[in-house]
């Protein structure tokens, strides 16, 4: 988003933390809010949640789960030449012998690659995870008075937050 606030949500196994990054038109996003609170019992994250949710009174805005690294795959593979609006069909025949469980039992998405000049097939990154762990997130984010909005993954989140700047022709990370 060019404007507002966006927050993000990670559920490790023995925390849940919550950071919020407010964007105002063109200047730096800054960090509103960050907080932690231990959780290592599943069976009591929905408290933890929304105790965290009333106390910064974050009731009703969107939110982005974050998924821990251990919770997907995420694979560069060559794509299938095919078209883009078959492309997640073809990717699950790539994926599924990387997975411990069955293919049906997977989201999967991608993330295009640039292509560089001397390769000879288009890459992607191919990302993975167990469609229950999407479903159980997206239901906890829920009742605990949030609105579930995007499901991203932690090698990609800090992308998503971190604006690059042009500096004579050179990209830096600010």
Same mark, same amino acid.
Request: hydrophobic letters at 40%; a negative charge; one cysteine or more.
């Given at each position: 988003?060019?404007?507002?606030?966006? #927050?993000?949500?990670?559920?490790?196994?023995?925390?849940?933390? #919550?950071?919020?990054?407010?964007?105002?038109?063109?200047?730096?996003?800054?960090?509103? #809010?960050?907080?932690?609170?231990?959780?290592?019992?599943?069976?009591?994250?929905?408290?933890?949640?929304? /105790?965290?949710?009333?106390?910064?009174?974050?009731?009703?805005?969107?939110?982005?789960?974050?998924?821990?690294?251990?919770?997907? *795959?995420?694979?560069?593979? /060559?794509?299938?030449?095919?078209?883009?609006? /078959?492309?997640?069909?073809?990717?699950?025949?790539?994926?599924?012998?990387?997975?411990?469980?069955?293919?049906?039992?997977?989201?999967?998405?991608?993330?295009?690659?640039?292509?560089?000049?001397?390769?000879?097939?288009?890459?992607?990154?191919?990302?993975?995870?167990?469609?229950? *762990?999407?479903?159980?997130?997206?239901? *906890?984010?829920?009742?605990?008075?949030?609105?579930?909005?995007?499901?991203?993954?932690?090698? *990609?989140? #800090?992308?998503?937050?971190?604006?690059?700047?042009?500096?004579?022709?050179?990209?830096?990370?600010?």
């Amino acid at each position: 988003r060019k404007s507002g606030e966006q #927050l993000g949500i990670h559920i490790s196994n023995d925390q849940i933390s #919550l950071a919020e990054i407010v964007r105002e038109g063109d200047k730096e996003p800054r960090l509103s #809010l960050f907080t932690a609170a231990p959780c290592s019992d599943p069976a009591n994250r929905m408290n933890v949640l929304k /105790e965290l949710v009333e106390k910064h009174t974050l009731h009703k805005k969107h939110a982005v789960i974050v998924l821990h690294a251990e919770e997907y *795959l995420i694979e560069q593979i /060559e794509a299938p030449d095919v078209e883009d609006k /078959e492309m997640l069909k073809s990717l699950k025949w790539r994926v599924k012998d990387l997975l411990d469980y069955p293919i049906e039992k997977a989201s999967i998405d991608y993330l295009d690659m640039p292509k560089h000049q001397d390769a000879l097939q288009r890459k992607v990154y191919a990302v993975a995870t167990k469609s229950s *762990l999407i479903r159980e997130r997206s239901m *906890l984010v829920e009742d605990a008075g949030l609105i579930p909005d995007v499901i991203d993954i932690s090698d *990609l989140a #800090l992308t998503n937050l971190v604006p690059f700047h042009q500096n004579n022709d050179e990209e830096i990370i600010a």
